[in-house]
């Protein structure tokens, strides 16, 4: 059982909750994730790991409430428990010791693109974040990655920020030039995009993928991508890999598996069944 | 009763296993054998001739002492049935269940030469199933501690034979499996209605109760490496199982509706999305779903396909049922079951739609050649011989390989080509006080190989703790 000693509202469908899990926040890197159940029956669940605090023994799980399991996950209250959680999974990020560092995060993706920022400014690395959301609200992380270099804000209405895509201000800040890595999380059209913008820049690009997963150690083969025209595991083999060879078509196209599934889920849970838990 | 002639005995006709009717059980996941009431399990044990030299214990990977605890039911003492059983194999309600009674015990039985063998396997179940019915607690004393720690990792059948040994030779013991519930393959793998989750469950308890520790949603290699845990325990013993699915490297592979049979598996029985409602991880319920192999895997998975509502359920098999590697019986209830054989067939390529789910298999016809390594006709593709196969969902069960999840972290530990760990007779790896087991030296072999690995490590272990 790991307990939760802090819940914070990030943004309209974004919540932040702080969980007991020492052995998890004494070791894990950058671009980890863990996998969650939160009572007996759930689903597994893939969660960034989006920081962890040793001396307390949390760590900080952002979840976008999209599905019935995350609206679960999120309905849970400082002092709830979660049932299972275990990691860190995954590879940890590939950090470059020096130079200049693009971060870019669309969404909840921030979230996972913080850790890497934080990691990168403490090796002396200079960062620019460049995050984006809908609106003013939508936009997370944006305190956090002040501290670790430049932000630029970008959302779609100009609320907040640049008005626009993510895309506009990063090919502004590569064509000024000097950067020598980017990483981008976010959506998979928005990943899709920055590895189509940076590809005639010639910069390495990490993208994180988050395909359906099931155990996160290698077993089942349901997280399976395609990197460069090889069958990859990315619970195991990623989940960060070159976005300039990853086929997010078939990425965005595996996401879909269980759309109709989800929605009849969503729509119960709309209903009366939220008392679950 | 007990003093039946040999001539007697003869006379007596292998008995049958109750099990639910096929058209009905094609719908749920209850168990398909129901087991062996006592009357029929006496009467199966007085077949038994007692042989002085017991073929049958020679073909047993663990050697029990088949006609000791027979004729202990032919006795009618079934607690003393149970505490000889027990001796020799530790989990044999889960043995009695899966084993591959005709390759081993019963294909060894000198009464299987002109008719039918004893019917060792249900007879095991029955002592085993009545021993955790009647609760019997082992009479054995609690062992003194000796102050030594050991690292358990997996909790298949090869782990969990380990830890039991292990503690009840006074070792403090420490499971750790990476799953959120401990079982390996027997509660991922292996379907409710050929071995009740229940069953495993109580193992494990039995387990927890003799004071083994088992931590859930640990995964070594990642929580904990191999050199970490050399720190604080005096021994290891690796049993993480075979792992990675292996895929059929054919175009349309990634198509949506492609399952690896450890996810379709995993996902119905772990996750529990047989449940007709509420269950909230998904699977797709094909109506035509096309399952690829010939093991118990395959069938495990196609059965499965059937309970969840399948008007078809296919077996893609390039072979014919005889070289099928299933247990005899998986494939006679499969048949009974309505699951359709499409052998000497093998798949060129998954088929699919405009938005990438599949629809059907492209296949090719077979014959089969000399016969190959294994001594299995080679099968050999029919020129033009080529058709689609229309299905919704296709289950890949051609096989594992080792995951090098775990090993990656210990660079200095000896694997063969194949990434399996490399031991010695007793399995010792090549880094002292660190043994392993089961699947991952094996590949893929069977709970009886890897109940044996758990209990000859766990010997071995005592032996180097002593020293
Ligand atoms: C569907 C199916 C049906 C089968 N049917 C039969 C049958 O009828 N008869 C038969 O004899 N055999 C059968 N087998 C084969 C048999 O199940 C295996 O040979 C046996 O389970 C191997 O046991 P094991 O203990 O080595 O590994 P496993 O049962 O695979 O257990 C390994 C355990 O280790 C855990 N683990 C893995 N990596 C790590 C890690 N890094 N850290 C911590 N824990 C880890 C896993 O989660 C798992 O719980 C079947 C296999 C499958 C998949
Ligand atoms: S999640 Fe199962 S193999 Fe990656």
Request: charge should be neutral; aromatic fraction near 4%.
């Amino acid at each position: 059982m790991h307990k939760i000693l802090a819940k914070k509202q990030l943004s309209p469908n974004v919540t932040r909750l702080d969980v007991l899990a020492p052995r998890i926040a004494e070791i894990k890197q950058p671009g980890q994730f863990v996998i969650v159940r939160a009572q007996e029956g759930g689903e597994r669940i893939p969660l960034t790991i989006a920081d962890a605090d040793p001396a307390k023994g949390t760590i900080a799980l952002v979840i976008q409430a999209v599905g019935k399991s995350t609206r679960e996950l999120v309905a849970l209250e400082v002092c709830d428990a979660i049932r299972d959680v275990s990691g860190p999974l995954g590879h940890p990020t590939e950090l470059i010791a020096s130079g200049r560092a693009l971060c870019i995060g669309g969404g909840v993706g921030t979230a996972v693109v913080h850790p890497i920022a934080k990691a990168l400014h403490a090796k002396g690395v200079q960062v620019t974040s460049v995050i984006g959301g809908r609106a003013k609200e939508w936009v997370i992380f944006e305190d956090d990655l002040q501290k670790c270099g430049d932000v630029i804000v970008c959302t779609d209405d100009g609320s907040h920020g640049r008005k626009g895509f993510v895309t506009d201000a990063a090919k502004e800040v590569l064509t000024a030039g000097g950067i020598d890595i980017v990483y981008a999380v976010g959506p998979v059209p928005m990943m899709r995009a920055v590895a189509n913008l940076t590809r005639p820049f010639g910069v390495h690009t990490v993208v994180s993928l988050n395909p359906v997963m099931v155990d996160g150690t290698g077993m089942c083969g349901g997280c399976r991508v395609e990197v460069g025209g090889e069958t990859k595991f990315a619970c195991v083999d990623g989940p960060e890999f070159d976005g300039h060879k990853v086929d997010f078509d078939l990425l965005a196209d595996r996401l879909q598996t269980y759309r109709e599934f989800e929605q009849r889920a969503n729509a119960c849970a709309d209903g009366q069944c939220r008392i679950r838990r | 009763m007990s003093t039946l002639s040999a001539k007697e005995r003869m006379q007596i006709t292998r008995q049958s296993m109750p099990e639910q009717d096929a058209a009905e059980r094609s719908r749920n996941f209850q168990e398909v054998n129901l087991g062996f009431p006592e009357q029929l399990a006496l009467l199966e044990a007085q077949r038994c001739l007692q042989c002085k030299a017991a073929k049958c214990m020679q073909g047993c990977p663990v050697m029990v002492n088949i006609p000791r605890f027979v004729s202990l039911v032919a006795q009618g003492d079934m607690a003393g049935a149970a505490k000889s059983l027990m001796g020799d194999n530790a989990l044999p309600s889960v043995s009695g269940r899966v084993c591959p009674q005709e390759q081993q015990c019963e294909g060894s039985c000198i009464r299987g030469v002109k008719g039918q063998p004893v019917a060792i396997g249900y007879l095991e179940r029955f002592v085993a199933d009545w021993a955790r019915n009647h609760g019997t607690v082992s009479d054995e004393a609690q062992p003194a501690p000796t102050g030594k720690k050991v690292a358990v990792i997996g909790g298949g059948p090869a782990g969990l034979t380990a830890a039991g040994e292990l503690v009840k030779k006074g070792h403090d013991v420490t499971l750790y499996e990476a799953l959120h519930k401990p079982g390996g393959v027997l509660v991922y793998g292996i379907p409710e209605f050929r071995l009740p989750k229940k069953i495993v469950a109580s193992e494990v308890d039995r387990l927890t109760k003799a004071g083994v520790k088992i931590e859930c949603n640990v995964v070594i290699g990642r929580t904990y490496t191999i050199p970490e845990l050399r720190e604080r325990f005096d021994a290891i013993f690796i049993a993480n199982g075979a792992g990675l699915p292996v895929f059929m490297n054919v175009p349309g592979e990634n198509f949506k509706g492609v399952y690896a049979a450890n996810e379709y598996l995993t996902r119905v029985n772990l996750m529990e999305a047989y449940h007709a409602e509420g269950a909230n991880t998904p699977v797709l319920k094909g109506q035509r779903v096309a399952v690829v192999g010939g093991g118990n895997v395959a069938m495990d998975a196609v059965r499965t396909a059937k309970r969840l509502g399948a008007e078809k359920a296919m077996i893609v098999y390039r072979r014919t049922k005889e070289e099928m590697p299933a247990r005899a019986e998986e494939v006679h209830h499969a048949g009974q079951e309505g699951v359709d054989f499409q052998l000497l067939v093998a798949p060129l390529e998954v088929v699919g739609d405009e938005k990438r789910w599949v629809k059907g298999l492209k296949c090719e016809r077979m014959e089969l050649g000399e016969p190959d390594a294994s001594g299995r006709r080679r099968p050999q593709p029919v020129a033009g011989s080529e058709f689609i196969l229309d299905c919704d969902v296709v289950v890949v069960a051609i096989g594992t390989k080792a995951n090098p999840l775990l090993t990656a972290t210990c660079p200095e530990m000896k694997l063969n080509k194949r990434g399996n760990i490399e031991t010695d007779e007793a399995g010792m790896t090549s880094i002292p006080g660190v043994f392993a087991g089961g699947d991952i030296v094996r590949g893929a072999a069977t709970v009886i190989l890897a109940m044996g690995d758990g209990k000859r490590a766990a010997q071995a272990i005592d032996a180097y703790l002593k020293k």
